[in-house]
């Protein structure tokens, strides 16, 4: 029998559920009463997981809706908030213009005018990122199934095709390779990657900051699939509205939808509501 890869799904803490169906008038009902936030995680979320991340693009629909919501910035700032380089988001996606873009966890922001920025202390971690470069290349196997995405600020171990007896033991070889040997880092772990990464790197933080420069008239509603987003979850608890992508578990969010066509219907929703409602701002 195949051994099964270490997947990396989210633990079970006393304060998570299983989130309930996401009410089709909600986010409708929502944005016709006040502006809204709304962050969109990118794999899994916008796009299906890919088994090579290069080629994960988003449904045909996705690019056209973001454009439609972008130019109604009095009523809703559209945030694309990835794991991803902001790079990568741009190419993917094939537009930028009006949206808010954050990157590698936070580490990097966009605004819709181009300004680019960094979070502070991340460049600080660069020399601990090298030992990590220089580990994968003496430790990964090659033509073995891994995926190496070098981030600049992070880099991550895809493992999704590898031999499962295979991808395990390197996955707790790099695993503890960072927690020894890279005391500014720390592993984060998704579907069926684990990451090197700044230890002060976070979608919650990201998502409190980008509040906070939006405004508080605007209400956050957040999407996304993976472990990396109940970061966001919890970050929003009490504060907005959070929507689990993909299968039903345990999660911080309070609502769910099954994959990303049900992200494209509700972009579609939120685009009908804002052709009825009068422009503001």
């Known amino acids: 029998m195949r051994e ?78 990835s794991g991803r380089e902001i ?36 460049r600080e971690c660069l020399p601990d990122l090298a030992k990590i470069r220089a ?33 395990r033991k390197v996955h707790r070889a790099f695993e503890r390779f960072i927690r020894l040997e890279t005391p500014t880092l720390k592993a984060g772990h998704g579907k069926m990657v684990i990451e090197a990464m700044p230890r002060l790197a ?10 906070g420069r939006i ?6 509603v957040y999407f996304g699939d993976d472990l990396s987003d109940e970061d966001a979850f919890a970050a929003l608890k009490g504060r907005g509205i959070a929507v689990l992508v993909g299968e039903a578990h345990p999660s911080a969010a309070r609502y769910r939808v099954d994959n990303p066509a049900g992200v494209v219907a509700v972009l579609d929703s939120i685009v009908n509501a804002l052709a009825k409602a009068p422009a503001a701002g």
């Open 4 to 81: 099964r890869l270490p997947s990396s799904l989210p633990r079970v803490s006393r304060s998570e559920r299983i989130p309930d169906p996401l009410p089709p008038a909600l986010i409708p009902d929502l944005i016709c009463q006040q502006p809204i936030l709304l962050c969109l995680d990118y794999d899994g979320t916008l796009s299906e997981i890919a088994d090579e991340p290069a080629e994960a693009y988003p449904p045909r629909e996705i690019p056209q809706l973001l454009a439609s919501l972008a130019k109604r910035r009095g009523r809703i700032t559209v945030a694309v908030v």
């Open 87 to 122: 790079a990568e988001l741009q190419r993917l996606l094939g537009l930028s213009d009006g949206l808010e873009l954050v990157g590698v966890h936070g580490l990097e922001m966009m605004r819709p005018g181009g300004r680019r920025e960094v979070a502070p202390g991340a």
């Open 135 to 167: 580990w994968l290349a003496g430790n990964v196997p090659k033509r073995a199934g891994f995926v190496i995405e070098d981030k600049g600020l992070a880099i991550a171990l895809h493992y999704r095709r590898a031999d499962a007896t295979v991808a």
């Open 202 to 211: 976070g979608k919650g933080d990201a998502v409190v900051r980008l509040a």
């Open 215 to 220: 405004g508080e008239r605007f209400s956050p």
